[in-house]
C-alpha cells in the first residue's frame, strides 16, 4: 500500500473509530512512517538501528544476502510489510527450507495479525498505527512473502489486468527504476527476473512491481508457490476489507470492542460513506491521495496537514538521552522493537530460522542485538534479569 | 545463524586468506590458481543450482529454468577448467564488472545518505571510490600494463577484503530478545 491508504485513510479509519483529530493524526502519521524509518534515517537521528521498519531502494541493493543478512531482511518486511499469514501451514512434501520460505508468505486474518493488534493496546497511539500499517499490508501484499525468494515470490508472463469493462490484458512489466505505471496502457514496472533463490529482486511483490499497493487493480496470476493454481486479486474488495478491519481494530485499541477477532469488520460504521470509499477505491489512478484526504476532511471537518518526514526530527534530536523515549519518534521506535520482537519470535517458535533467533528475556536474560536493552529499559524500567 | 553456518564462515574466510597469501607470495603461478577457483567456482555454482532445482525450485511454477540453467553453468565451469591457459581477460572482466558495480552502487548509496543527514555517508563514498579504483587498477594492470602480477596482487587484496566480511560476519549477533 501507499501514502493514500497508510496515512490518508488511516486517518479516516481512526476517525470513524472514536479518536479524535489530533490522535487520528498521530496514528496515520505513524502508519505512514513505518514507510520511511530506514538505517540510514535513523543513523541520521542518531537512534537505534534495530527500529528499522523499512529498507530504501540502495539499501537493498547494498544488502547482504548471507545467512545474516536475509535474517535481519526478513525481520523487518515479515515483521512490518508482509505478515505472514499461518506459521503452520501444512506444505506438501518438500524440504525444510521450502517449507519455512512458504510459512511466511502473507496472508490477512492470522494469528499473528491478532497478536500485533494486541500488542499495541495499552501502548503508545505510535504503537497503534505501527498495528494499522501491518493489518493494512495484510490484504494489500498477501500470496507474497517477507523474505527474499524466488520459489515463492516469482511471477510469469501469466499475468492478467482484469479491466472494469469485463475485459482483461496482460500485463507488460518492465524494470525502469523511477519512470512512473502507465496504468491506462496497463505497463508497469516490476523487478528484474534473477535466478537466485535469494535474490534481493525476489523480496516481497518485487517481481509483480506496484500492483498489489494499488485500490483499483483486478489481476489473475500464477503464483510460484501455487502449483500452477491461478490467483484472482480483487483488490477494491480487499481493500474494503481492510478499512473495515482496521476501524474494528482501532476500536478495539480505544477499548470499545473487548477482544480482538480474526476476521471481524466494522462495517456499520462507514456505511454512510460507503459510496464515496467504493468509488475511490475502484478509480483507476495510481495516487489516491488527493480522494481520501477530501473524504477524511469531510469525515471530521478539519484539515490534515500533508505528510512531513521532518515533522518530529527536531523533537527527538533536541531531546535529552533520558527524554528521547518520550518524544514521538522515541515512541514509534519503541513500539517498532516490540512488535519486530513479537514477530521475530514468533517465527523463531515455529521452527522457522529465516528471522534469526529470539530470546525470551523472562527465561534467559538479556541475550543478543544490543539495540534492544532499550526495550528492556522501556518494558521492564530498566531491571535486570536474575 | 546455527554454530554450523559460523564453522563454515569461519572455514571459508581461512581458506580466502590462504589463498590470497598464495597470490602474493608467487604472483606468476598465482594467476593460474586464481583462474582454477574462478573455474571450480563456476562449477561449484552450476552444482549448486543443480541442487537448488531438486530441493526447492522443482515446486516451483517455470521452475525447469533453473534445471537448464544449472546445466548450462555446471557445463561452462567444467568447459572453462580446460581453456585456463589465457585466462587474463576472462580475470579483468570479472574485477571490472564485479567492483565497478560496487562502486556505483557505494556512491549512489552514499549520497542518499548524505540527504538523509547520515553520517554513514562518508563510509558508504570511501567504499564506492575503493571499489571503483579496483576496476580502474584491474584495466590499467591487464589491458594496458599487461602485468600479471599485479593482476594476481589485485585479487589477493578483494579475497583478503572477502574474507574479513566473512569472518566479522560469523561473529555478528542475529539474536533479539522477546518481552512477554
Known amino acids: ?386 | 545463524m546455527t554454530s554450523m553456518k559460523r564453522v563454515k564462515k569461519v572455514l571459508l574466510a581461512l581458506l580466502m586468506l590462504l589463498c590470497a597469501c598464495f597470490l602474493v607470495a608467487d604472483p606468476e603461478d598465482g594467476f593460474y590458481i586464481v583462474a582454477l577457483i574462478v573455474s571450480v567456482s563456476l562449477t561449484a555454482y552450476g552444482v549448486r543450482t543443480l541442487l537448488y532445482y531438486f530441493t526447492m525450485a522443482r515446486h516451483m511454477v517455470g521452475g525447469k529454468s533453473i534445471l537448464f540453467i544449472g546445466i548450462i553453468v555446471t557445463d561452462l565451469g567444467v568447459f572453462s577448467l580446460t581453456t585456463a591457459d589465457d585466462p587474463k581477460l576472462f580475470l579483468v572482466v570479472y574485477l571490472l564488472g564485479v567492483h565497478a558495480f560496487s562502486g556505483a552502487m557505494g556512491v549512489l548509496r552514499a549520497l542518499e545518505a548524505k540527504r538523509y543527514a547520515s553520517p554513514s555517508w562518508k563510509w558508504s563514498l570511501l567504499g564506492g571510490i575503493a571499489n571503483l579504483t579496483v576496476a580502474v587498477l584491474a584495466v590499467v594492470a591487464g589491458l594496458f600494463l599487461r602485468s600479471t602480477a599485479s593482476l594476481s596482487y589485485l585479487y589477493a587484496a578483494t579475497l583478503f577484503y572477502s574474507a574479513c566480511v566473512q569472518l566479522v560476519s560469523a561473529f555478528r549477533k542475529t539474536a533479539i530478545v522477546y518481552i512477554q
Open chain 1, 1 to 386: 500500500m501507499q501514502m493514500d491508504f497508510h496515512y490518508y485513510a488511516t486517518y479516516c479509519a481512526a476517525v470513524l473509530a472514536g479518536y479524535s483529530h489530533e490522535d487520528s493524526m498521530e496514528i496515520c502519521y505513524s502508519a505512514q512512517f513505518v514507510d520511511c524509518c530506514s538505517r540510514t534515517l535513523l543513523s541520521g537521528l542518531k537512534a537505534p538501528l534495530s527500529a528499522a521498519t523499512t529498507q530504501l531502494q540502495l539499501e537493498l541493493m547494498n544488502a547482504r544476502t548471507d545467512p545474516v543478512g536475509l535474517q535481519d531482511i526478513t525481520r523487518i518486511w515479515a515483521s512490518f510489510h508482509f505478515l505472514p499469514g499461518d506459521l503452520y501451514a501444512p506444505v506438501k512434501k518438500a524440504s525444510r527450507l521450502y517449507k519455512n520460505k512458504v510459512r511466511l508468505i502473507c496472508g490477512p486474518n492470522g494469528a499473528l495479525l491478532k497478536d500485533t493488534v494486541e500488542l499495541a493496546r495499552g501502548g503508545s497511539l505510535q504503537a497503534a498505527g505501527i498495528a494499522m500499517h501491518v493489518l493494512a499490508d495484510t490484504w494489500a501484499h498477501r500470496y507474497f512473502a517477507g523474505t527474499p525468494s524466488l520459489v515463492v515470490n516469482n511471477t510469469t508472463y501469466w499475468f492478467y489486468e482484469l479491466l472494469p469493462d469485463g475485459s482483461e490484458r496482460p500485463v507488460a512489466f518492465h524494470h525502469s527504476p523511477g519512470s512512473p505505471d502507465d496504468v491506462d496502457r496497463g505497463v508497469y514496472n516490476g523487478s528484474i527476473f534473477q535466478s537466485s533463490e535469494n535474490s534481493i529482486m525476489n523480496l516481497g511483490h518485487g517481481r509483480a512491481g506496484h500492483l498489489p499497493d494499488y485500490s483499483f487493480i483486478c489481476y489473475r496470476y500464477l503464483p510460484a508457490w501455487g502449483d500452477y493454481e491461478e490467483i484472482v486479486k480483487n483488490n477494491p474488495v480487499d481493500y474494503s476489507y481492510a478499512f473495515c478491519q482496521m476501524i474494528y481494530a482501532l476500536r478495539y485499541l480505544r477499548g470499545d470492542v473487548p477482544v480482538f477477532e480474526t476476521g471481524q469488520y466494522d462495517m456499520e460504521t462507514p456505511a454512510p460513506w460507503g459510496a464515496e470509499i467504493r468509488r475511490i477505491l475502484e478509480k483507476r489512478q495510481p495516487d489516491a491521495c488527493a480522494d481520501w484526504k477530501a473524504l477524511g476532511e469531510a469525515i471530521s471537518g478539519r484539515e490534515i496537514e500533508d505528510f512531513d518526514l521532518g515533522r518530529y526530527q527536531a523533537e527527538y534530536r533536541r531531546a535529552s538521552k533520558r527524554e528521547k523515549d518520550d518524544t514521538f519518534l522515541g515512541r514509534f521506535f519503541l513500539a517498532a522493537m516490540a512488535q519486530k520482537s513479537m514477530v521475530t519470535n514468533k517465527i523463531f517458535k515455529s521452527g522457522n530460522l529465516l528471522a534469526g533467533f529470539s530470546v525470551d528475556f523472562d527465561k534467559k536474560g538479556f541475550r543478543g542485538i544490543r539495540d534492544f536493552v532499550k526495550l528492556v529499559e522501556a518494558q521492564r524500567g530498566g531491571r535486570t534479569h536474575d
